[in-house]
T-cell receptor, first 115, second 111 residues
Framework: ETGVTQSPTHLIKTRGQQVTLRCSSQSGHNTVSWYQQALGQGPQFIFQYYREEENGRGNFPPRFSGLQFPNYSSELNVNALELDDSALYLC??????????????FGPGTRLLVL | GEDVEQSLFLSVREGDSSVINCTYTDSSSTYLYWYKQEPGAGLQLLTYIFSNMDMKQDQRLTVLLNKKDKHLSLRIADTQTGDSAIYFCAEGLTGANNLFFGTGTRLTVIP
């Protein structure tokens, strides 16, 4: 039990729609990272937020965007959904500024299916 | 930091030791992590090792790091059926905020 929660657990959308996924970090954790895990693959880094500012981004298009709030919750928004966006979306929280040496604690994920 | 490789499958008998291997390519790795993912679940941190260490032991888990060969292994002693899962190695790089994950090794424990 990491203390990181995500909602919803499962979601089905159609191509072209928009989706918002939510994450609640451990209390006191200032950094949240989002990862996309396609079926049979390892997680791929989408972006990271530290104290409500974007703090690093992976190789994902601008239609993937995020927000982090002062109450340790955060959102991942995806516009103009494509079939390849079907994946498990994981958030992870860490205590400090989010360097690679910091332990990241993962939530259970949201499984998104795009039809 | 984007080429982290693992073999896809491993089967062992209950009570035997399991060894899961991982190779990485980036010499600026600082920490290397092992995560466990059970079906339908997120990632559970098992253990990690700093890049200036050769070995770390934590109960049934032993991590070995060969920095010269960029090879990392996770040994699970006395493997149990509850250890059946997918195991990911991940590297953290100097100056990067994220982790780079391998494709995962599916461990099946045969009773």
């Amino acid at each position: 039990e990491t203390g990181v929660t995500q909602s919803p657990t499962h979601l089905i959308k159609t191509r072209g729609q928009q989706v918002t996924l939510r994450c609640s970090s451990q209390s006191g954790h200032n950094t949240v990272s989002w990862y996309q895990q396609a079926l049979g693959q390892g997680p791929q880094f989408i972006f990271q937020y530290y104290r409500e500012e974007e703090n690093g981004r992976g190789n994902f298009p601008p239609r993937f965007s995020g927000l982090q709030f002062p109450n340790y919750s955060s959102e991942l928004n995806v516009n103009a959904l494509e079939l390849d966006d079907s994946a498990l979306y994981l958030c992870a929280s860490s205590l400090g500024r989010g360097g690679s040496q910091e332990t990241q604690y993962f939530g259970p994920g949201t499984r998104l299916l795009v039809l | 930091g984007e080429d982290v490789e693992q073999s896809l499958f491993l089967s062992v008998r209950e009570g035997d030791s399991s060894v899961i291997n991982c190779t990485y390519t980036d010499s600026s790795s600082t920490y290397l992590y092992w995560y466990k993912q059970e079906p339908g679940a997120g990632l559970q941190l098992l253990t990690y090792i700093f890049s200036n260490m050769d070995m770390k032991q934590d109960q049934r888990l032993t991590v070995l790091l060969n920095k010269k060969d960029k090879h990392l292994s996770l040994r699970i002693a006395d493997t149990q059926t509850g250890d059946s899962a997918i195991y990911f190695c991940a590297e953290g790089l100097t100056g990067a905020n994220n982790l780079f994950f391998g494709t995962g090794t599916r461990l099946t424990v045969i009773p």
